[in-house]
């Protein structure tokens, strides 16, 4: 049974960057394909983007040019990389795992990020 | 990408009665791509439906899904205490995903 644990709470300043980590445990052997979705405080859920096995990326238009995912296989974790940050950014950044036709089967616990002067 | 576009945005209801959320697409839903999730307050969202209609394993038989094209429904035929919480469709798969904006289910 896969579960996926992300890195914890951030505190950040508006121009800054945030890394989040998402490792996977259980079988690890088998890399997944990850989303990443965010959710600002009593909002909704936003696509940010996704990595593959193979490290293939794509993101949603909202980001481009400001998020970067990328992955180290060798042990089992994933990482999202947003630049510029904005209060706007404010938000609980979630891991999924993507199954083919089964969408985000398996989610991280979340990850708060802060932006704040 | 595809919108879509959730209604009712809140449905009050009592436990045993029936609910009925809706999920309308800007275009029509390649391979019925359609996922349903539920969230509860501090909780990542869970996954209910995918496929428009299978459910996800473990999840109870009172939540069904339907539709195809731009029109999906998530049913809940028995309403049961812990099943008042927030409805989120998903269009999935193709690299360009989205979300409804979420039905609140409320007692």
């Excluded at chain 2, 009592?14 to 800007?26: D, F, K, Q, V, Y």
């Amino acid at each position: 049974q896969v579960q996926l644990v992300q890195s914890g709470a951030e505190l950040k300043k508006p121009g800054a960057s945030v890394r989040v980590s998402c490792t996977a445990s259980g079988n690890t052997f088998t890399p997944y394909d990850i989303n990443w979705v965010r959710q600002a405080p009593g909002q909704g859920l936003e696509w940010v983007g996704w990595i593959n096995p193979n490290s293939n990326t794509g993101y949603a238009q909202n980001f481009q040019g400001r998020v970067t995912i990328s992955r180290a296989t060798s042990i089992g974790t994933v990482y999202m990389d947003l630049n510029s940050l904005r209060s706007e950014d404010t938000a609980v950044y979630y891991c999924a795992r993507f199954e083919v036709g089964r969408a985000f089967t398996t989610w991280g616990q979340g990850t708060m990020v802060t932006v704040s002067s | 990408e595809i919108l879509l576009t959730q209604s009712p945005g809140t449905l009050s209801l009592s436990p045993g009665e029936r609910a009925t959320l809706s999920c309308r697409a800007s275009q029509s839903v390649r391979s019925n791509y359609l996922a349903w999730y539920q969230q509860k307050p501090g909780q990542a969202p869970r996954l209910l439906i995918y496929g428009a209609s299978s459910r996800s394993t473990g999840i109870p038989d009172r939540f069904s899904g339907s539709g195809s094209g731009t029109d999906f429904t998530l049913t809940i035929s028995r309403l049961e205490p812990e099943d008042f919480a927030v409805y989120y469709c998903h269009h999935y798969g193709f690299g360009r995903d989205s979300f409804g904006q979420g039905t609140r289910l409320e007692i």
